[in-house]
């Protein structure tokens, strides 16, 4: 909307002063927020007013552009207003109408963006993919990426933007925005010194049994639960209809025999004549009740077993037909039962009726944030992982056999990363949780700093009076930061600790966050109290500088 109101309205905007240019609406986070204005002639003029990467750039004439801030196509609807407001004629409106991307549309703003972009652009100029955030572009390319910087920077709130940017095709980047299926796409986790593999990964977790007594059952975590998802549609995705159709008749059979029977009442009868009842069903297992076995009364078994046998165009007439299909050599205890199985749900199959044809699953791109990811012993909550996490081994080809393999229904099956997975990760670079961040975790993932300068648009949710003075104080801060022996940018703060100015008043901010963060930066370093002294000047902190010296003393 933005590039076609200065299309439609270019020669008015040209025909603007310098002073209008700089002061004309641009962008409004919410009604509530300040309003952002300036339209400049290059992106270098436009980085002395904002400290920011987010812009739109309008070409004209050959070389000349216009410049202005833009996150968002929503918070840049001010900026359309004002020039309907000022160049429109009576009844002129725009019309914003939200619409699924064609496949076409796609290829040709991809091949238009590819055509249109010149080796003299920089990367900060480019078209980013229809994505609206640069470091979206970023994730897409390298697949893990961390932000790393100060504490304070926004790099959690950026991750979850990015998701939203991503997940959404590019229409927006407001993480409460998706949709409750396409937050399925999304997980979150946050490590810290005592998570492990068992909660990442998998591992035994306490149950209690059906007789009351203690045991142990193996199950997945956090991150193999997630990707099982992205694994699922991955592989969906690739499937002709015709193999759909048959997945989803096949599915539709077994849903349709377990609602038909009552679970631990009905019985079947192997070919052995072995008399046994369902207790319970899933999209995992199927667990039967065995009652004539003296040795063996109960039986868990695969459903996906039983669920290829129904999609598959094979005649079962045997049990060694269900061995001999599943490339084994000796048939198990499950196959006589899955073959009883088979023969009732074929028996109650109803005649195939004609139907609506079943599109093929749709590719999913799925994200996967971890907070503070050096606060965590990375091998032993990755383990045998890191190889398929490596970028270049994604897929079958980096699959690996988990630690708790010979648990598994199937202990062949080894698990893999999909292509449509993306890491991204933050970190504090001052954090010392850990000794370390692992060697070979580095090499895996594409480090990104963010720095306490960068992203300031986040204090556009202030007033523009306490805006300004936020961003003068926090400079002020973090210069005099760098100024400090054994400190580095690493150590300043970031925009998001003066967001707090909603609620507290710059003094407040100071003694209750700031104060006993720096406090804890110079712990152990010659004449602390001098130190602090030099911080609070540099802040604005209105009070005597006594006050800070006996605040450090006690502490």
């Not at 045991?215 to 193999?224: A, N, T, Y």
Request: aromatic content about 14%; overall charge negative.
């Amino acid at each position: 909307m933005p590039k076609l109101a200065f299309q439609i309205y270019e020669k008015q905007i040209r025909a603007l002063s310098v002073e209008e240019k700089e002061n004309f609406p641009v962008c409004q986070y919410s009604p509530d927020s300040g309003v952002i204005r300036g339209i400049f002639s290059s992106a270098e003029e436009y980085r002395k007013y904002h400290n920011s990467i987010e812009y739109l750039t309008y070409s004209y004439d050959n070389d000349r552009k216009f410049v202005i801030y833009s996150w968002n196509i929503f918070s840049t609807i001010v900026f359309v207003q004002e020039c309907l407001k000022r160049f429109g004629e009576p009844g002129d409106r725009f019309v914003l109408t939200y619409r699924e991307k064609q496949d076409k549309e796609e290829k040709v703003s991809e091949q238009n963006s590819t055509e249109t972009l010149s080796p003299q652009q920089s990367e900060k100029e480019r078209v980013f993919n229809g994505y609206r955030n640069p470091y979206s572009d970023k994730l897409i390319e390298s697949r893990n990426i961390i932000f790393r910087g100060a504490p304070g920077t926004g790099k959690t709130y950026l991750a979850r933007e990015i998701a939203a940017d991503i997940i959404s095709d590019g229409y927006f980047d407001d993480f409460s925005m998706l949709t409750d299926e396409q937050k399925e796409q999304v997980d979150f986790v946050q490590f810290h010194p005592s998570y492990d593999y068992s909660d990442f990964v998998e591992g035994l977790r306490p149950k209690i049994n059906a007789d009351g007594s203690m045991g142990f059952e193996l199950k997945d975590g956090i991150f193999k639960r997630f990707v099982e998802r992205a694994r699922k549609n991955y592989e969906n995705s690739q499937k002709s209809q015709e193999t759909v159709e048959k997945e989803t008749s096949a599915q539709e059979s077994i849903a349709d025999f377990f609602s038909s029977i009552e679970f631990g009442v009905d019985t079947f009868e192997t070919v052995n004549k072995n008399v046994f009842a369902v207790t319970s069903a899933d999209d995992e297992h199927i667990e039967v009740a065995i009652p004539g076995n003296a040795t063996v009364n109960k039986l868990r078994l695969n459903t996906d077993e039983l669920r290829q046998m129904l999609e598959s165009d094979t005649t079962f007439t045997k049990v060694r037909d269900v061995t001999a299909f599943f490339g084994k050599k000796f048939a198990t205890q499950a196959y006589s039962y899955d073959f009883a199985l088979y023969k009732e749900i074929i028996k109650k199959k109803p005649a195939p009726v004609s139907r609506q044809a079943i599109a093929p699953e749709k590719l999913k791109k799925y994200i996967f944030i971890i907070d503070e990811i050096n606060r965590g012993e990375i091998s032993k909550i990755f383990g045998e992982l890191f190889f398929a996490l490596d970028p270049g081994y994604r897929g079958p080809a980096g699959a690996v056999s988990t630690q708790y393999a010979n648990l598994h229904t199937d202990p062949s099956k080894k698990f893999y990363i999909p292509e449509n997975v993306y890491i991204i990760g933050t970190m504090n670079d001052i954090d010392k949780s850990v000794d370390s961040f692992d060697f070979a975790m580095r090499r895996r993932f594409r480090f990104i700093e963010i720095r306490a300068d960068e992203r300031l648009e986040m204090l556009a949710a202030l007033d523009d009076e306490l805006e300004s003075e936020a961003i003068r104080r926090m400079t002020a801060l973090n210069q005099e930061i760098l100024k400090t022996e054994e400190l580095n940018e690493n150590y300043q703060i970031g925009g998001s600790y003066f967001l707090k100015l909603k609620e507290l008043n710059f003094d407040q901010l100071w003694t209750d966050y700031l104060c006993p963060l720096l406090q804890e930066y110079i712990r152990g370093m010659y004449d602390e109290a001098a130190i602090m002294n030099r911080f609070a000047q540099a802040y604005g902190y209105s009070s005597d500088n006594q006050e800070v010296e006996n605040e450090t003393a006690q502490s």
